[in-house]
Antibody, heavy 113, light 107 residues
């Protein structure tokens, strides 16, 4: 049984850095890429980026200059940082396994105020 | 970036109805398309991958079809638990993109 559990600060001030981590429980860590997706309140899904087992990343060009993704294979965790947040970054942030998201974290509501 | 256009953006239907949602890609993506269901306050759930492959545990009333630029998600007989929002996603090329979503509610 695979489970993704995510955590991180949910209330930020403008210009601060958003930092989220996703822990993977069960299943292989190195066999998959790991994805971040966000959803502004009442709106659709936006792909943020992904990272594979070797640390190679792909990012949404709209966010590329502000995001950093990393992983810790020893802890079965991967992380997202978004710098200089604004109100436009307020959303529920999800982590997921693979490019087709067969498993998802529970979501973290990030408020910028 | 590849744009995905879903239609309709919302629809009202009754239990037992056959429902179809379409997703059109701005360029060919072969069969690299997934469909998700999302209920309020919950993470999306993968229904279909590779355009027509049913994810394990998903009821057989859900089906997907299409390739290239035009895709369809069909629910053969709508059940009460199917009232939700549905999204398509292409994974043919980066950046990965989602359609705008279709909300299915009760008529």
């Amino acid at each position: 049984q695979v489970r993704l559990q995510q955590w991180g600060a949910g209330l930020l001030k403008p210009s601060e850095t958003l930092s989220l981590t996703c822990g993977v429980y069960g299943g292989s860590f190195s066999a998959y890429s790991w994805t971040w997706i966000r959803q502004p309140p009442g709106k659709g899904l936006e792909w943020i980026g992904d990272i594979n087992h070797s640390g190679s990343t792909n990012c949404n060009p709209s966010l590329k200059s502000r995001i950093t993704m990393s992983l810790d294979t020893s802890k079965y965790q991967f992380s997202l940082k978004v710098t200089s947040v604004t109100a436009a970054d307020a959303a529920v942030y999800y982590c997921a396994r693979g490019r087709t998201g067969e498993y998802w974290g529970q979501g973290t509501l990030v408020t910028v105020s | 970036a590849i744009q995905l256009t879903q239609s309709p953006s919302s629809l009202s239907a009754s239990v037992g109805d056959r429902v179809s949602i379409t997703c059109r890609a701005s360029q060919g993506i072969s069969s690299a398309l997934a469909w998700y269901q999302q209920k309020p306050g919950k993470a999306p759930k993968l229904l279909i991958y590779d355009a027509s492959s049913l994810e394990s545990g998903v009821p057989s009333r859900f089906s997907g079809s299409g390739s290239g630029t035009d895709f369809t998600l069909t629910i053969s007989s709508l059940q009460p638990e199917d009232f939700a929002s549905y999204y398509c996603q292409q994974f043919h090329s980066y950046p990965l993109t989602f359609g705008g979503g279709t909300k299915v509610d009760i008529k």
